[in-house]
């Protein structure tokens, strides 16, 4: 893990096709100062305000995650915030002609690429990180995510489809660049046949192909080169999970289980854990080590069981 604030060395741009608009979308990383955080703006909307990349502006959570001010919308930005997460990077704005960010392969490995072409370069400000004091849970039906304290930052995540493809898919994942690059980046969001109807039906993923997610019919996937992962459901909402958590503005140490949880249910975790002052510290190191508290892993294995 870092500890100072990193930003991109140079500006980089790629263009790609928006999923629920089919439209092209052409989009442009920026280097930016300490202490920005990620800053969304609309190229196409002359004069449009900044918009932070923050749990509290995020204003949809139906297929993906939007952030939004006022009537400005950018919706999918949970990919580009993963990357941008998973790599490290703390500072930069995120240029966009379009009111989402395009689903380049359905992965958020080729934004992985651009951050790694612009390269990065660390700042001269220290990060700061949350530190979990307090189990925090919500849950709604038999989903639930919880966060606890731990003395690093871990995910353990749990689906269940019925399908026999997915059936049940488990798998623990501890959060730094190599890897996330290697093990995460590459998983695609996917999705099923039957519903594809009924999304375009409501001018929902329009721009959706093979080419940009995992389509499976009833018995098998329909991509040509099948599965990048055996288990690259369930990776790819651990994907989704570390764009969402990124919203929170800081990295987070604690250990993460989610049982089916989604967009939704992430994000209001993630605001219920930041009203709760109780729940967290917030912790400059000095040194390059953060105050070690027990090891999470027996509790982990607890709360799954």
């Known amino acids: ?26 989009l442009s990383l920026r280097p930016a100062e300490p202490n920005t955080g990620v800053l969304f703006k609309r190229t196409d909307v002359p004069g449009s305000a900044l918009i932070p990349g923050d749990v509290h502006n995020v204003v949809d959570t139906r297929f993906c995650t939007t952030v939004g001010r006022g009537d400005l919308r950018i919706s999918t930005v949970e990919h580009l915030m993963s ?12 240029e966009v002609d379009s009111p ?14 651009l951050i790694k072409n612009a390269g990065l370069t660390s700042q001269r400000a220290p990060r700061q990180f949350y530190q979990v004091r307090r189990k ?33 898919q488990r798998m623990g994942f501890e959060l730094d660049s190599s890897n996330y690059d290697k093990n995460i980046s590459r998983a695609r969001t996917f999705g099923f046949l039957s519903d594809l109807a009924m999304l375009k039906e409501h001018n929902l993923a329009l721009g959706g192909s093979l080419d940009n997610a995992v389509v499976v019919d009833d018995y098998q996937v ?5 599965l990048r992962f055996p288990d690259e459901f369930v ?27 989604g967009h939704d249910l992430n994000n209001q975790l993630f ?7 109780q729940a ?14 027990p090891s999470v892993a027996p509790v982990l294995e607890q709360a799954v069981a």
């Open 280 to 293: 967290w510290e917030l912790v400059t190191p000095e040194k390059p080590q953060l105050q070690a508290i």
């Open 235 to 261: 990776r790819h909402k651990i994907l989704d999970f570390i764009g969402d958590l990124s919203l929170v503005g800081r990295p987070i140490v604690g250990a993460f289980v989610a049982h089916k949880s």
């Open 222 to 226: 329909l991509n040509e080169d099948g």
């Open 136 to 168: 925090v849970t919500i849950s709604e039906g038999d989903k639930q995510v919880t966060v606890m304290p731990a003395d690093e930052m871990r995910v353990d995540f749990t689906i269940e489809f019925d399908h026999p493809l997915i059936r049940t």
């Open 1 to 26: 893990m870092h500890y100072f604030q990193r930003t991109l060395k140079r500006p980089v741009t790629c263009t790609g096709i928006g999923l629920h608009s089919g439209k092209k979308v052409t």
């Open 271 to 277: 605001r219920k854990f930041l009203a709760d002052p």
């Open 83 to 94: 990357a941008l997460a998973g790599l490290g990077v703390d500072n930069v704005l995120v």
């Open 100 to 113: 989402e960010i395009p689903i380049m392969d359905g992965s958020s490995a080729p934004f992985v690429f």
